[in-house]
């Protein structure tokens, strides 16, 4: 299953991330497939794995100070994902879409759990395994 994970940041689209490997890595730390630059965010804060065998991503938290949320609940264990799943890490909303139910990207408003910081997205570290750097001034 193809998907991506859409960003928002105080409800406002700032990128999309297809999710073309089997494993993305979210966190401050340069080594992730996905770099949040914000001091809510822990090095290495949360791990989206695919599951081909059963044709499903599931996310893991990975923080022990700042719990990722799915659908605004602590995330406690490994959980699969579904489509428009909203997850909340540090300041950042992604929003899960599988790709053959994609449309325009929507607000996140409908979850009240996250008040994001204004931040801006940079271009990728020359690192080859990172996918997007999303940074704060």
């Known amino acids: 299953m193809m998907a991506v994970l ?10 999309q991330i297809e999710l073309t490997a089997e494993a993305l890595s979210i966190g401050r730390k340069q080594n992730n497939g996905l770099i949040l630059h914000d001091l809510t965010v822990s090095r290495n804060h949360a791990r989206l794995t695919y599951n081909r065998d059963k044709n499903y991503w599931c996310i893991e938290n990975l923080s022990a100070t700042n719990p990722v949320k799915l659908n605004g609940d602590p995330l406690i264990r490994s959980e699969i994902l579904f489509h428009d799943d909203h997850i909340f890490i540090g300041t950042y909303t992604l929003i899960f879409r599988e790709t053959e139910s994609i449309e325009q990207p929507k607000s996140p408003a409908r979850s009240a759990a996250s008040k994001p910081k204004q931040d801006q997205t940079v271009a990728p570290e020359q690192n080859p395994e990172v996918t997007k750097v999303v940074s704060k001034d």
């Not at 859409?6 to 990128?15: A, G």
């Open 6 to 15: 859409d960003v928002f940041l105080k409800n406002e689209h700032i990128d």
